[in-house]
Every structure is written in structure tokens, then in C-alpha cells.
Nanobody, 120 residues
Framework: QVQLVESGGGLVQAGGSLRLSCAAS????????MAWFRQAPGKDREFVAA????????NYADSVKGRFTISRDNAKNTVYLQMNNLGPEDTAVYYC?????????????WGQGTQVTVSS
């Protein structure tokens, strides 16, 4: 059973930065693509970024391109999301996801989420 635990969320002012982490256990992390999704209040969960098993390929939602960077450390079974130049529109619960498909389709495993709040 794959377990994903996110951390690193918090309150930040607009223009600030945060780095989210997702620690994976119980599965073959190094063979799995990973992704981040987010859900703002009253909205559907949406794709943010994904990374291939090797880290060689990444994909981003248009809304975060140039501001967010997804990366991974397979030796630590951890995936990261570096978020820069944050705006109030980035306020959401951010979820780690294992095994996503193409075009932002989520995989079967989710973390519990970490809250990111950006104040204006």
C-alpha cells in the first residue's frame, strides 16, 4: 500500500515562496511518475505539475509555468514542489499523487494534503 505524506504548506505573503515535500513509502517510488494537484475552496481539484519516474520529463499547468518547479529525489523517496512568486490565486490544499497518467489524469494514490494560503 502506497503512503504519501505532504509537508511544507503554510501562510505566505503574495510574492513569496514555499517548498512542498511529499514523502512516499510502501511502493516502488523510483518507478512511478508523481504529480501535484490542488483544490481551492469551492473548486474542483486541478492538476499542477507532474514528473516522470526518472525526473527527466516534467509537465505543468499553464497557470504555474515559470513559477513552480517539480523535482524528485529517488534516493529519499521524495518529490518536491518549489513555488515562487505566489499569488492569492494559489491558495489551496495541495495534494501529492502517485502514478498519474498523461494529460493530468491522476493516479490512484493520494496524500492527505497540505494547506497553502497566500495573503495579498
Amino acid at each position: 500500500q502506497v503512503q504519501l505524506v505532504e509537508s511544507g504548506g503554510g501562510l505566505v505573503q503574495a510574492g513569496g515562496s514555499l517548498r512542498l515535500s511529499c514523502a512516499a513509502s510502501g511502493g516502488t517510488f523510483s518507478n512511478s511518475a508523481m504529480a501535484w494537484f490542488r483544490q481551492a475552496p469551492g473548486k474542483d481539484r486541478e492538476f499542477v505539475a507532474a514528473i516522470s519516474w526518472s525526473g527527466g520529463n516534467t509537465n505543468y499547468a499553464d497557470s504555474v509555468k515559470g513559477r513552480f518547479t517539480i523535482s524528485r529525489d529517488n534516493a529519499k523517496n521524495t518529490v518536491y514542489l518549489q513555488m515562487n512568486n505566489l499569488g492569492p490565486e494559489d491558495t489551496a490544499v495541495y495534494y501529492c499523487n502517485a502514478g498519474p497518467g498523461p494529460n493530468g489524469v491522476p493516479g490512484n494514490y493520494w496524500g492527505q494534503g497540505t494547506q497553502v494560503t497566500v495573503s495579498s
